[in-house]
């Protein structure tokens, strides 16, 4: 559990493209409600730290390793889109500040605001929370590029000590090669939070996403181990025979094969309440459940070490860098990851009211042009002036 003290210090990443106009919003939502809530006996002070364009213009460097030790040290963050660099060097910043932090367990929350636009007929049978394994999976980034030096070694091995699976690769002259490390530790540590969330929030079920079906010994093996974590560490009983288990509380972990719960996730969204999947998965699992409330805009997420208490709370949308200082995105992924992080910090006051102001603003249709363009009778307001609403509406 986080000791949080009453005057905290939080370090943000402002983000690129939008980042600006969505953090100058959020910040003041944010600040509003912590006042309001505990009347100046709490308060954040905020830290800038640099990652992303404004980093490499400013240092050289798209990810600064003062950044990386400010979060070690102040333990959570927050942070704005940030532009994946192109060419070498990082793939993604997101991913490296998820894996040099170790922060295994990205979080998304999935839910839907009365009012909001969705290409759904019944958006409010979706409600689930997303666990996927953060540092695993085809995402740990071990790659082997078509035609280069590296690749030729790795085929030569593979033809050498596993001749049977080479002769599985169609064209291996002219092929990329990709790793995919899954393992019974990786594993265990996000089932294990995916099921300690569903008993904290009384919930009815945690589903095991994969595709154990045709990857056997990685998709597969996170099936067996979640089930294995969930009989000897939760005390859970087999259900009628297996493989599903039923915990003493009555929470129930079953399993579902990925491309099948694409489906289910539109027919049957009410059957499913936590998710814990692998890294590919809940890639596709999270951004599809977030269409159906309304879309990304308005999707949190956080990426958290329940171990060492680190986590970086985010948008999870991208940098949008056409409308940049217009004043004229949605900023509520922002906006909700910061209700994840109070909740997080145990600050479940400012929280409420911040939740509360968000869902009478979007009620009484004063929205951004995202929901305003779906919404009859809406009246269109900024960003900022969105801030403003929630603020009002709190």
């Not at 839907?112 to 085809?138: A, H, L, Q, Y």
Request: charged share 25%.
């Amino acid at each position: 559990k986080l000791t949080v003290p009453d005057f905290c210090i939080l370090p943000f990443i402002e983000g690129d493209g939008t980042g600006g106009d969505i953090w100058r919003s959020s910040v003041r939502v944010i600040d509003a409600a912590v006042e309001k809530a505990y009347a100046g006996k709490r308060k954040i002070e905020w830290k800038e730290v640099l990652a992303g364009e404004k980093a490499f213009k400013e240092t050289g460097n798209w990810l600064p390793n003062e950044t990386l030790e400010i979060i070690k040290d102040h333990l959570v963050a927050i942070k704005g889109p940030l532009t994946t660099p192109v060419g070498g060097g990082i793939r993604s910043l997101n991913v490296a500040l998820r894996q040099q932090l170790d922060l295994y367990a990205c979080v998304r929350p999935v839910r839907w605001f009365e009012g909001v636009p969705s290409p759904v007929k019944e958006p409010n049978k979706v409600e689930m929370c997303i666990f996927r394994e953060n540092t695993e999976d085809i995402y740990a980034g071990i790659e082997f590029e078509a035609g280069t030096e590296d690749t030729r070694k790795f085929t030569d091995l593979m033809k050498a000590n596993f001749p049977d699976r080479f002769k599985k690769v169609r064209f291996p002259d002219t092929s990329g090669f990709g790793i995919k490390p899954v393992s019974k530790e990786g594993t265990e540590r996000i089932v294990r939070a995916a099921i300690e969330f569903a008993i904290a929030n009384n919930q009815k079920s945690v589903t095991l996403v994969h595709k154990g079906n045709i990857m056997k010994f990685t998709e597969g093996g996170f099936m067996e181990w979640g089930y294995e974590l969930a009989r000897k560490e939760f005390n859970g009983e087999l259900l009628d025979g297996g493989p599903w288990v039923k915990l003493p509380n009555g929470i129930i972990i079953k399993d579902v094969i990925a491309d099948a719960f694409l489906q289910q996730i539109l027919l049957r969204p009410e059957e499913y309440d936590v998710i814990a999947t692998l890294n590919l998965n809940g890639d596709y699992v999270s951004d599809a459940l977030a269409a159906q409330v309304g879309g990304i805009g308005i999707a949190p997420g956080a990426n958290i070490n329940y171990v060492t208490g680190h986590a970086i709370f985010e948008a999870t949308h991208g940098t949008a860098p056409k409308y940049a200082n217009q004043d004229k995105v949605n900023p509520s992924s922002v906006i909700l990851s910061a209700v994840m992080m109070l909740d997080y910090m145990g600050w479940n006051e400012a929280s409420k009211l911040i939740l509360s102001g968000l869902e009478k603003a979007i009620s009484n249709k004063r929205v951004t042009y995202d929901f305003h363009r779906l919404m009859e009778g809406a009246t269109l307001l900024k960003c900022s002036e969105f801030g403003d609403e929630i603020i009002k509406s709190m």
